[in-house]
């Protein structure tokens, strides 16, 4: 991904015109990602790399916080000269690659054989994340490639497409994996249960129990598994205490659910934090759901994508009033009902400065229609709503 490298005019870094202590100290105030990020470019001396390298700890990369545009600049090329300089292999615990819509598979391999790399999140939108080359990355960390006792890898969690199309080289990873799980004998966080954790869930398995699913809607998701404390918990309702993501089916302790998850009061929605959007004027987290009440759930328009709770303290986009409402058709701007257009045969608020073709006024009897109602009439080339 390119870095910004601004020069003097004789060609040198500005940047390598500075102390090293001073870009180091910068360094600081960056993210993890951002700080590898300028440590493998051209801004910084060799010098100035090493000590960026020995003075921060590399056991967690989470290339979301770079945010959306950045993270989707990344390539295998900036992950593999990342994970090389990190020595990612001995030393990086969780990576999250999040946003990362450029990268296809080759920038894991430094990660082979690691022992010590705990969790991988691999999901993104982007479909050219493939199998082929990561799955044979991810078996290199499980036995026999690594010694039993050595293997760490805990949580893998997947994208989408690879859910959907089960192909057999992710298949028969998802199978060795439930295999190494369920050989480690790991034991219910419960301090009062401490039973091996398993079930009989005939929803889950057909004949024993599992960690990874391999059947039915939850093909790939971990059972047991809190995914973002990690702590292990069995099926007894006891000790059952989870959260379930209803956008990316992962689940959570309810130790962690008020931090990590949103739980809509209205259409009971339960999203994790990272299937959730990011409101812009208040910067927390929203619900991406189809609920226009709850007060995370997010509208998206002329002024960006903020929750409920902010748009009252938008401008209308027609007299620049206090915002109340948005355009029920293709949300373009954000109206106050003043500066809206109303169908006088469903009475549905729509806009009408900006949504000049999801309108329609009636020749014959002046009367105003929004798009559904007047679908008829436009089907035949007609302007006219009546007889």
Not at 361 to 372: T, Y
Request: with cysteine; charged share 20%.
């Amino acid at each position: 991904m390119p870095v910004s490298n601004t020069t003097h005019k004789h060609g040198t870094s500005i940047l390598n015109l500075l102390p090293n202590e001073v870009i180091v100290h910068s360094a600081a105030f960056l993210s993890t990602p951002s700080r590898a990020l300028l440590a493998v470019s051209q801004c910084c001396s060799s010098q100035a790399t090493q000590a960026i390298i020995e003075q921060f700890k590399w056991d967690t990369l989470d290339f979301g916080l770079l945010g959306k545009e950045a993270a989707s600049k990344m390539t295998d090329g900036d992950l593999v000269s990342i994970l090389n300089l990190i020595n990612a292999r001995d030393n990086l615990k969780t990576l999250k690659i999040t946003g990362c819509s450029g990268i296809i598979g080759s920038g894991f391999n430094p990660l082979r054989n690691s022992t010590v790399l705990e969790e991988i999140d691999l999901r993104n939108k982007s479909m050219v994340l493939k199998e082929s080359s990561v799955v044979p990355i991810l078996s290199s960390m499980l036995p026999p490639n690594v010694p039993a006792a050595s293997s760490s890898l805990l949580l893998v969690r997947v994208p989408r497409h690879w859910r959907d199309r089960k192909r057999s080289v992710f298949a028969e990873f998802l199978n060795v994996f439930d295999e190494v799980l369920k050989d480690r004998n790991y034991r219910c966080c419960n301090e009062k249960c401490g039973s091996l954790c398993q079930t009989f869930d005939p929803a889950y398995v057909t004949d024993e129990y599992t960690f990874i699913n391999q059947h039915g809607d939850l093909y790939g998701i971990a059972n047991f598994i809190c995914t973002y404390c990690k702590k292990i918990f069995c099926e007894q309702q006891e000790c059952m205490l989870k959260d379930f993501c209803q956008d990316c089916e992962h689940q959570v302790c309810m130790d962690c659910s008020p931090t990590y998850y949103l739980h809509c009061e209205v259409c009971v929605h339960i999203t994790c934090i990272g299937c959730s959007e990011t409101c812009d004027t208040c910067k927390q987290p929203a619900c991406d759901s189809d609920c226009d009440v709850c007060p995370t759930s997010v509208v998206r328009c002329c002024k960006g994508l903020n929750c409920q709770n902010c748009v009252p303290q938008l401008q209308c986009s027609g007299c620049e009033e206090e915002c109340l409402m948005s355009c029920e058709y293709s949300r373009p701007k954000l109206l106050c009902p003043e500066c809206c257009v109303k169908c006088e045969h469903c009475g549905e608020d729509f806009c009408c400065n900006h949504c000049e073709e999801e309108y329609f006024d009636c020749l014959g009897c002046s009367m105003v229609s929004c798009a559904e109602c007047s679908m008829l009439t436009r089907e035949i080339g007609a302007d006219y709503c009546c007889d």
